[in-house]
Every structure is written in structure tokens, then in C-alpha cells.
């Protein structure tokens, strides 16, 4: 009897776990075979692989498709190759294709998960309009004398490890701390110093939010696996999301939960509950006309906190791998290295040796060493949709069903020799504006684009440039 029992089990979780696992076949679509039960997660979690390596081999695996499909647990998922298809997707099409798809589950139980940067629906577009006036040009002038600052603080700490006889300095170390220090100032208004005390609790929060551990893993894989029967367990763990929850609350009670003046992030967020509820078109809920309706989000303490906890973890993550990576190819490109260094102080002199923001618009190579910098390794390796609707791409007869994913190598695209000749050479030359038509419009996307690109890409530009000035 036992063995027949395991045997029934066996057959169950087999056919439920390959029930979906012909789609892309009958589709006639191309793709990666898939493992039952797990689909094609399994394999790159096992062989260690970060999300942004795996679509890399998948990108390149098959350079002569246009799309190639794939499963993540049950649920196919498309990889897109093809510059206009991508187009279609991030701009055209967009509204097919609003929701990022980085939740398990439609329904959010997690605090820390309601951040603009995960939301979907009605939650991410009543909170984009609000939160895109605090990543603007006037906003970010304003916090540009805290660059200054902490910039030279960061060269405080060089010229001491220099004279102490230091003969190496993790880079990548020392820029997470620096922007760590930044990221406490303009988002929560405290002098966090990691740049002198690597043990500080901000400095331990951000290196915990970028580790993956076994608990991670395992729960990762099992709400991709089966998201419902999984529904209770958080993707955050217990010492990423009470310290989180527990920072805000205290720093909104030192303020009687109102703005302060301090025109950081928090007092920002402090000002919106202000002006109460938001309120604007539905992008999920319509009338029997066809128009939107009308609906209304409250910001409460818990909205608060996550768009905070996003504006630190991204900031400082994205800032602090984008500095280190463009810092290294200067170390091994001298000549570049000898333009950028030329540049600054030919435009420092124009403006009395004072860094401001005006001279930093006036830094042309030094922007074009950046991008080159981020076509190779651009802030976040690829992007997720998630159709809202079914949609047929023009011209393939591919359809896409309401809810199947959508993924985009950025990374992959942006070394692919198809789009850039000999993309594995660091040449800025690349991004002077005559050469810009020479470029095939979205196959270049560090920060995404259309209504989901990334809100803080100046706010990355105007750190790193006060960096490196």
C-alpha cells in the first residue's frame, strides 16, 4: 500500500507539476526545457547563478530568435530579444504590459513589498505621480550640496589610507559606504557615517538586503513554485523588515509626523500624507463607458515605509555597483581616465574651481565614460513586465495570454555585437551625440524606459558626478 501511496503521489505532483509545460509548443515558440514542478529555476539556482547571469546565457544562447519562451515554475514567460519588440512592450504597448510581475501573487501582505518599485496597478500609478516631484531638477540641486559633502569625506578617506601606506582599497566596499552616507542624509536625514564606521546599523541593513541566504532561496523558489499554497510566507526576512519598519517609525515619531525642513525623503513622503488621500484614474477598474474610475490610496505608515525602504536599497545598491564598475574601467583605461581627470578641471576652472550643478551638465566625456560604463554593466541587468491583457505582437502572430511574463537581458542586449561593435571594449566614444543615430533606439536601456523607467536615473547622475568631479 505504501508503495502504491507514493506511487499515486509521484503521478499527481508530476502532472501537476508539467501541466502547463506544452505551452510554448503548441505556440510554436522556441524554448528552454523545463524541469517538472520547477520549470527552469531550479537549474541556475542550483549552478549558483544570479537572475541577471541566467538570462545573459539565455540571451546569447539563441542569437538568431526574436523571442524564446521559458517557464518559471508552471507559468511560461517570454524572453524578448528584438529591439522593436521591446519597444512595443516598455512604450507603445505599455498598458499591456503595466505591471512589473515581481510579485508571487496579486493581493501584497508584505509591509516592505508596497514600494513603487514592486506595486502594480493602481498602487504603482497613484504612487509614481506622487513620488516623481521629489526625483526633479529643483529637488535634486537642492540636495547637491550634501554631494558635495559627502564627497569630501570620501576623499578624506582615500588621502588617510594612502598616507597610513594602504597599497589596496576595496572599491566596491568603499563606494557602498559612501553611498550608504549619502542615502542617510537625503532619505532619512541622518548622519549615517560608514564611511568611517563600517558597522553601523545602515551599513549592516544594506549588505543584508543584497544577501542571499539559504532561507531566501528556498522560500524564492517555493512562492514562484506554487505562490498561493505559499501565500503566507514573506519574501523579506524578519531582519530586513522589522529594523526597516521599526528606523521610519522612530524617525517619523522624532517628527511628530510632519515635515521637519530637513528636505529629505522622509519629509517628503511626511508632505504627500499632508495633502491626504491620492487620488486619480484607475488603470484596473473601469466604467461601463469604457472610462477609468476614479479611486483613492491612503498614505498610512506602512506605504511610507516602503517607499522609503525603496528609495534606500535601490539607491545606494544601484549608485554604489555603477561608481565601482566605472571606477574600475578608469583604473584600466589611462587614457580615458587622463580625458575625464582633463575635462574636470578645465570646467572647475571655468566656475572658480567651485563644483555646482551647472558644471556638471558642462561635463560631456565624463557622461559618455558613464554610459559607456553602464552599457556594459548597466544598474539592474534586466527588466520585467507582466501582460495585463491579452496581446498579439504585430506582425509574428504570437499572442500573449493575460498574466504571462515578460523579461529583457539589458545586460545581454547591451553586449551584443548585433547592436555594438566590439561591445566588450570600453570606448565612451561611443555616446558622443553625433553618434547617437548610429545607436538602434532600445537596444541601450540602463534605465528601462516609458511609464515604469527607473524615477531616480538623475538622482544616480547627479551622485556619481559630484563623485567623481
Not at 588621502?159 to 589596496?168: K, L, Q, V, W
Not at 520585467?384 to 498574466?403: D, I, Q, S
Not at 547591451?414 to 561591445?423: A, C, G, I, L, R
Request: proline letters at 5%; glycine letters at 6%; one cysteine or more.
Amino acid at each position: 500500500m505504501f508503495i502504491i501511496l507514493c506511487a499515486v503521489i509521484f503521478v499527481v505532483l508530476y502532472f501537476y507539476g508539467t501541466r502547463n509545460h506544452d505551452y510554448w509548443k503548441k505556440k510554436g515558440v522556441i524554448y528552454e526545457e523545463p524541469i517538472p514542478l520547477f520549470g527552469s529555476n531550479l537549474k541556475f539556482a542550483l549552478e549558483g547563478c544570479s537572475f541577471t547571469e541566467r538570462f545573459i546565457n539565455f540571451h546569447h544562447r539563441y542569437p538568431k530568435e526574436k523571442y524564446v519562451g521559458y517557464f518559471q515554475g508552471n507559468d511560461p514567460m517570454l524572453l524578448l530579444r528584438d529591439p522593436e519588440m521591446i519597444k512595443l512592450v516598455l512604450v507603445t504597448d505599455s498598458r499591456h504590459f503595466h505591471h512589473r510581475g515581481l510579485r508571487p501573487h496579486a493581493e501584497i501582505t508584505e509591509p516592505l513589498m508596497k514600494n513603487l518599485f514592486i506595486a502594480d496597478g493602481d498602487l504603482w500609478k497613484l504612487s509614481r505621480v506622487k513620488m516623481t516631484p521629489a526625483f526633479t531638477t529643483n529637488k535634486l540641486k537642492a540636495m547637491f550640496p550634501t554631494i558635495v559633502v559627502q564627497a569630501e569625506k570620501l576623499i578624506g578617506v582615500v588621502d588617510d589610507s594612502i598616507e597610513r601606506g594602504c597599497r589596496e582599497i576595496d572599491v566596491r566596499e568603499l563606494m557602498a559606504r559612501y553611498t550608504t552616507d549619502f542615502i542617510g542624509v537625503c532619505g532619512f536625514g541622518i548622519n549615517v557615517d560608514s564611511l568611517q564606521e563600517d558597522a553601523n546599523e545602515f551599513r549592516k541593513l544594506g549588505k543584508r538586503i543584497f544577501t542571499r541566504k539559504l532561507r531566501d532561496i528556498i522560500i524564492g523558489v517555493l512562492k514562484v513554485t506554487s505562490p498561493t499554497l505559499f501565500k503566507q510566507l514573506h519574501i523579506m526576512a524578519p531582519d530586513i523588515t522589522i529594523p526597516t519598519v521599526s528606523l521610519v517609525k522612530s524617525i517619523m515619531k522624532q517628527r511628530n509626523y510632519v515635515p521637519s525642513g530637513r528636505n529629505d525623503f522622509v519629509d517628503f513622503m511626511l508632505e504627500v500624507r499632508q495633502k491626504g488621500d491620492i487620488i486619480g484614474e484607475s488603470v484596473e477598474e473601469f466604467n461601463e463607458d469604457g472610462t477609468p474610475k476614479i479611486v483613492r490610496l491612503e498614505v498610512d505608515d506602512e506605504l511610507i515605509t516602503a517607499q522609503v525602504f525603496a528609495f534606500f536599497a535601490a539607491g545606494f545598491e544601484t549608485s554604489s555597483s555603477t561608481s565601482s564598475f566605472l571606477l574600475h574601467l578608469l583604473a584600466y583605461h589611462p587614457e580615458e581616465q587622463a580625458k575625464c581627470q582633463k575635462e574636470v578641471d578645465d570646467v572647475l576652472q571655468k566656475y572658480d574651481g567651485k563644483l555646482c550643478y551647472d558644471a556638471v551638465k558642462d561635463m560631456k566625456y565624463l557622461e559618455m565614460a558613464f554610459k559607456e560604463s553602464m552599457r556594459i554593466f548597466p544598474p539592474i541587468g534586466f527588466i520585467t513586465r507582466k501582460c495585463t491583457k491579452n496581446y498579439t505582437f504585430p506582425g509574428t502572430g504570437l499572442t500573449l495570454e493575460k498574466g504571462t511574463g515578460v523579461f529583457i537581458s539589458t545586460q545581454a542586449l547591451q553586449n551584443d555585437e548585433q547592436y555594438f561593435k566590439s561591445p566588450e571594449e570600453f570606448m565612451p566614444e561611443r555616446f558622443r551625440p553625433e553618434n547617437s543615430p548610429t545607436i538602434e533606439k532600445f537596444s541601450f536601456l540602463p534605465f528601462g524606459d516609458g511609464p515604469r523607467a527607473c524615477i531616480g536615473n538623475l538622482f544616480l547622475i547627479i551622485l556619481l558626478f559630484g563623485l567623481f568631479t
